[in-house]
């Protein structure tokens, strides 16, 4: 039998930096358990607890049509990173990068090639695109390589955002590549209830039982910063983007009933299409 490859594509702010602090931090009991979490270095050489170099490669390629001056081209990687599951023993591997789930058709391909030696199976989470969009705004303020400066409105009304928002296009690049049957969504719902983001995505990816006795399974990280935080960083960012203005207390505030429905009813079908969250 062919190993069983699991890609965790994401999404942003669905619980990923959960999933892969468990699966970093339980990297050799994992391995004991035959599931082998491959090891991502950095350009400095340092550990990574998801697949950033892999995902850096690929986007350098995407963007700039030459290899990433640190990693080399991305098809090496793919190769070194099959031929490191062949030759492990392991009877599953697991690839995580939230940013795998972008909104370029580039990840996809690019990981294409692994489904014909590997059994792959594609995992990604869908939260309420109103809730996922405001959530994303306050990580790209806070990101030290975004340093987002837009008033959330702003943000939310850009290209980009809606090319982001286009959860049919984006999964459907993946079904494209893995097939339809290999791409299973989940519902990402804090607070509802349900089984913790590094849980459901052991259940999801069939990990064998022992691993759900594995420390670190519960955890939640990368919790919303205060408002204040929040705000402070936001007109750092616009000071150093050249804005002549400070941006006003209410560049951060939630979206109002009136726009969250307006929001809601041109991002919410491709949500409902995929999960039965929003039932």
Not at 180 to 186: E, K, M, N, T
């Amino acid at each position: 039998m062919r190993p069983r490859l699991v890609i965790h594509i994401g999404m942003h702010k669905t619980g990923s930096s959960s999933i892969q602090h468990y699966l970093s931090r339980n990297r050799r009991l994992l391995r004991l358990l035959g599931v082998l979490y491959p090891d991502s270095i950095g350009a400095d050489g340092r550990r990574q607890p998801k697949h950033a170099a892999l995902f850096d490669a690929i986007s350098h390629e995407a963007d700039h049509g030459r290899p990433h001056p640190a990693y080399g081209p991305s098809a090496a990687l793919v190769e070194t990173l099959a031929r490191r599951i062949e030759t492990s023993g392991a009877r599953v591997a697991v690839l995580s990068a939230e940013g795998f789930s972008g909104p370029k058709p580039d990840f996809a391909r690019a990981l294409a090639p692994l489904a014909a030696r590997f059994d792959a199976r594609v995992v990604v989470f869908l939260r309420r695109p109103d809730l996922w969009a405001e959530s994303f705004h306050r990580q790209m303020v806070m990101s030290r390589q975004v340093r987002e400066a837009r008033p959330l409105r702003t943000f939310l009304a850009s290209p980009e955002m809606q090319a982001h928002l286009d959860w049919p296009r984006i999964i459907g690049w993946w079904r494209e590549a893995f097939g339809a049957g290999a791409v299973r969504i989940l519902a990402f719902a804090p607070g509802a209830g349900g089984p913790a983001p590094a849980r459901a995505f052991a259940a999801a990816a069939s990990l064998p039982r022992p691993c759900l006795l594995l420390p670190h399974l519960g955890a939640h990280r990368n919790k919303a910063p205060d408002e204040a935080r929040l705000l402070a960083a936001l007109r750092k960012n616009a000071s150093a983007a050249g804005a002549r203005e400070a941006a006003p207390d209410s560049a951060l505030l939630p979206l109002s009933e009136e726009e969250r429905s307006a929001f809601l009813a041109i991002h919410a079908p491709g949500w409902k299409l995929f999960t039965n969250a929003g039932k």
